[in-house]
């Protein structure tokens, strides 16, 4: 299920326009196989927006810069997104490889405190990044094409390294040969249901990940108490390790009902196929994961990441996570298929990136002992 709303498709058509075919910027000298390349308005910022492209661009082919190296659990999600940008950019590939959570963390750390770094581009939800970026792994830079992105849960002067480019909207996934259309849980409060017992399914949320988060957005909103939480762990909920594993689970039946579960992962399994639905919005609002995006400190390729940072918040860059289900934090970016602009769904009233990077460690205690792993 997807709620419908107006197509956002036609957004600012002249910028995305203007970015195939107005300008082409001749950086005779700096390779690229013949130097002329197309640049234009990328950000829509007018010609001041288009220069520091240029010059970026400039920079990584003087530099030798032909690779942006991703560490991100989005990494294989956002390739098609990459390849738009290498076809902007045609002597810049984009290489992600797959990292979340502890391993993501622990990589970063050393090669970073090793001084031998491989990572340019580090991408993730708010607790790894949060860590990161106080620890000092992340370089103080905020994207030029992100000037319009104000909002506290995207930005926020504690963390100068970091800046929120995605909103992945998560809501339930259910087996349709298990829980017919219509009788599917539309909200939070239903699954205290009695009937749904021993057939919720969630991401552990006694360790980092969309399970934590998701039970941490609950009782920040104000709306559910520890009481609630203890309800839930009561309906015996079959917790897995990943986000695919869970999606799995309900995919093959395992689990007939998988909670905080991406949209991107719905729209993957059902054109794969697969018997699943979506819930989202709910009733007392969905959960929106923020991911963010930073350039990790002694980068090789740093001119060529600050390039794809900013790519990301151009409409262009916009327009390609919307054709992959994610929506942009860019005030009137286009949307996913039959969705409204983000500020007009229900969601639960997330915290900003700062409460967030602390609120979630604060709760775990109380979730693991809720969850029977204290």
Not at 32 to 41: I, K, S, T, W
Not at 64 to 82: D, I, T
Not at 309 to 315: D, E, K, Q, R
Request: overall charge negative; some cysteine; aromatic content about 10%.
């Amino acid at each position: 299920m997807t709620i419908q709303g107006d197509d956002r498709r036609g957004w600012r058509r002249a910028p995305l326009v203007a970015l195939a075919a107005v300008a082409a910027v001749v950086l005779a000298g700096c390779g690229g196989g013949g130097g002329e390349q197309m640049v234009g308005d990328a950000a829509g910022l007018g010609p001041a927006g288009e220069q520091q492209f240029v010059d970026l661009y400039r920079a990584a082919q003087e530099a030798g810069e032909r690779e942006v190296v991703v560490y991100s659990s989005f990494s294989e999600p956002l390739k098609p997104a990459f390849d738009a940008f290498s076809k902007r950019f045609p002597d810049i590939k984009v290489t992600g490889v797959p990292l979340f959570g502890a391993p993501l963390q622990t990589k970063v750390e050393q090669e970073v405190t090793s001084g031998r770094v491989t990572g340019d581009f580090v991408a993730s939800a708010v607790t790894s990044m949060s860590y990161l970026d106080k620890a000092g792994r992340f370089e103080p830079y905020r994207p030029f094409a992100a000037n319009s992105v104000t909002n506290d849960l995207f930005v926020d002067p504690a963390y100068p390294g970091l800046t929120g480019f995605m909103y992945d909207a998560r809501g339930f996934l259910y087996n349709t040969t298990q829980v017919p259309e219509g009788s599917a849980p539309q909200g939070w409060k239903d699954l205290l249901d009695p009937a749904w017992k021993g057939r919720l399914g969630i991401t552990d949320p006694t360790s980092n990940g969309a399970g934590l988060s998701s039970l941490y957005q609950l009782t920040a909103s104000g709306q559910f108490d520890d009481a609630y939480l203890r309800g839930l762990a009561d309906q015996q909920l079959q917790l897995s390790s990943s986000s695919p594993e869970l999606s799995s689970a309900v995919a093959t039946g395992r689990v007939p009902v998988g909670l905080s579960v991406s949209n991107v992962d719905y729209q993957r399994l059902k054109k794969g196929g697969a018997p699943v639905g979506f819930q989202f919005p709910l009733t007392s609002g969905g959960y929106v994961a923020s991911v963010y995006g930073a350039l990790t400190a002694g980068a090789p390729h740093p001119n060529a990441a600050k390039l794809l940072f900013n790519w990301l918040y151009t409409p262009e860059g916009a327009q390609a996570l919307a054709d992959l289900d994610y929506f942009s934090p860019v005030p009137g970016s286009p949307t996913p298929d039959g969705y409204p602009p983000i500020e007009q769904i229900p969601t639960l009233t997330p915290p900003g990136l700062a409460e967030q990077a602390t609120g979630e460690q604060q709760v775990l205690p109380e979730i693991k002992q809720v969850f029977g792993k204290a």
